[in-house]
T-cell receptor, first 108, second 114 residues
Framework: GQSLEQPSEVTAVEGAIVQINCTYQ??????LSWYQQHDGGAPTFLSY????GLEETGRFSSFLSRSDSYGYLLLQELQMKDSASYFC?????????FGSGTRLSIRP | GAVVSQHPSWVICKSGTSVKIECRSL??????MFWYRQFPKQSLMLMAT?????????EQGVEKDKFLINHASLTLSTLTVTSAHPEDSSFYIC??????????FGPGTRLTVL
């Protein structure tokens, strides 16, 4: 089967940096994705790591270590609009399974 | 970028009725679409994988006779919640895949069963 673990809640200060970790167990692993979801909205794609290492997209970066079955999402220069839920998701050949989500709250 | 639409965006129905939700990929052809259900403050739970022209693959615990999925074309998949009950009230989200690395999500359909 597949399982993912990520913290349920994280709180950070505006302008700071926050890292959301994700560990997973799966068979037929293709890659790890990150999605952002604001309350009442649908998830939006943030990043995908198919290979080990760091992927950077603006203020957001994502890291993967396949040997450790571990990845993280790094958010820099936090803005109030970044308050949302963040989901890691593992891809196999046929589907994508989501973690339980991390609710990020940002304080001024 | 790839755009996926859903219709309706919200629906309220009486217990015992059936509700159909449409998912369309607007600017690309999707051989595979996925249906998720999300309860408040919870994660997205994959219900089924829908492949054009073939029967949907349901996840364990999802009743295929209750959640009917049809993927008649490369741009349209439908989910019908049959004989809906209040416990079926949820946020239903579809997505379309262009590969294993990215899914594009529709805006979701909020179903309330009275």
């Amino acid at each position: 089967g597949q399982s993912l673990e990520q913290p349920s809640e994280v709180t950070a200060v505006e302008g700071a940096i926050v890292q959301i970790n994700c560990t997973y167990q799966t068979s037929g692993f293709y890659g790890l994705s990150w999605y952002q979801q604001h309350d009442g909205g649908a998830p939006t794609f943030l990043s995908y790591n198919g290979l080990d290492g760091l992927e950077e997209t603006g203020r957001f970066s994502s890291f993967l270590s396949r040997s450790d079955s571990y990845g993280y999402l790094l958010l820099q220069e936090l803005q109030m609009k970044d308050s949302a839920s963040y989901f890691c998701a593992v891809s196999s050949a046929s589907k994508i399974i989501f973690g339980s989500g991390t609710r990020l709250s940002i304080r001024p | 970028g790839a755009v996926v639409s859903q219709h309706p965006s919200w629906v309220i129905c009486k217990s015992g009725t059936s509700v159909k939700i449409e998912c369309r990929s607007l600017d690309f052809q999707a051989t595979t679409m996925f249906w998720y259900r999300q309860f408040p403050k919870q994660s997205l739970m994959l219900m089924a994988t829908s492949n054009e022209g073939s029967k949907a693959t349901y996840e364990q615990g999802v009743e295929k006779d209750k959640f009917l999925i049809n993927h008649a074309s490369l741009t349209l998949s439908t989910l019908t919640v049959t004989s809906a009950h209040p416990e079926d009230s949820s946020f239903y989200i579809c997505s379309a895949s262009l590969g294993v690395d990215t899914q594009y999500f529709g805006p979701g359909t909020r179903l309330t069963v009275l």
